[in-house]
């Protein structure tokens, strides 16, 4: 934690604003948090009966705004497909991938266009968004970020899957029971 702060000392003593006082106390913040903002690029998702969903997959990043949605989303295009093939993982796995792979890149790349402009790389940079940030609400443009991040999260179709096999014994609609019982009493093993 001392090198993470040093880090930030070092890159932002003498910045003007607030800097100098936030880097003094932050040393004494008990809830002190640095991390890295990344995103996770991976050629296949899944590897034998194991299949990753959401960050451990396809993570945006924590700036794109996208995270939870696209878990989401995969989860449930995993489900359903594992479903729709009856559980033949290796079909349902390789129907999520292709099914999700665009979804997931666009969603990643989102997070990209905005690391850019939420984490500029020069101060030439930073200097000429804060002024554009100052007069951004009263472009016409204002809501541009919002409509393309809509756009963004709604590119896709999810299909409507068929209900998966009821476990050994009962009926469907017995299983559908038992579930909604369960879901009413979850302290229930």
Known sequence: MVR????????FTGNGWQSDRLLHDMRYAPDFYFDSVGQVHMDTWTRGRVALVGDAAYCPSSLSGMGSGLALVGA???AGELAAADGDHRIAYARYQERLREYATGCQKMGE???????P???LMASVLNRYYKVMPYLPGKNMA???ARRTAENITLPDY???PAPAGLSRPAARRAHREAIRRPDTP
């Open 76 to 78: 449930y295009v995993l």
């Open 4 to 11: 993470q702060q040093a880090v930030l000392a070092e890159h």
């Open 113 to 119: 266009g905005v690391a850019k402009l939420m984490v």
């Open 162 to 164: 068929p209900d998966g």
């Open 121 to 123: 790389d020069s101060r």
């Open 146 to 148: 919002a409509r393309i």
